[in-house]
């Protein structure tokens, strides 16, 4: 069952901006952490990011570091990836999930069910 619905996906320019939502279909403190992952074409889908439930804590992989921010609207039940400066790089299908492992270093694999993701198109 199909657990998050994300959106705001678009074609941007290299250098331009991209805010991408993760709706949540229940309540997101239920989540211990909620994390984006990215598939790029021809590539395995990553983890690039992810939230905390209790306290907010973050972690960006190292290619996003800096570009990107995430946050949560807990009133609205959405976490929100902010990406800023985008590259070529960062094409590709974005999804969110639950993590059980989520900290400054690290995070961890999806888990529960996949929805179908966001679409990310960097080009000029």
């Known amino acids: 069952q199909v657990q998050f619905v994300e959106s705001g996906g678009d074609l941007a320019q290299p250098g331009g901006s991209l805010r991408l939502s993760c709706a949540a279909l229940?309540?997101?403190?239920?989540?211990?952490?909620i994390g984006w992952f990215r598939q790029a074409p021809g590539k395995e889908r990553e983890g690039i990011s992810c939230?905390?439930?209790?306290?907010?804590?973050?972690y960006y992989e190292d290619s996003v570091k800096g570009r990107f921010t995430l946050s949560r609207d807990v009133a609205k039940n959405t976490v929100i990836l902010e990406m800023r400066n985008l590259k070529s790089e960062d094409t590709g299908v974005y999804f969110c999930?639950?993590?059980?492992?989520?900290?400054?270093?690290?995070?961890?694999?999806?888990?529960?069910?996949w929805g179908q993701g966001t679409q990310v198109i960097v080009s000029s």
């Open positions: 229940s309540l997101t403190s239920r989540y211990y952490a």
């Open positions: 999930v639950a993590v059980l492992t989520c900290n400054p270093t690290t995070m961890g694999r999806g888990r529960g069910s």
């Open positions: 939230i905390k439930s209790s306290d907010g804590t973050t």
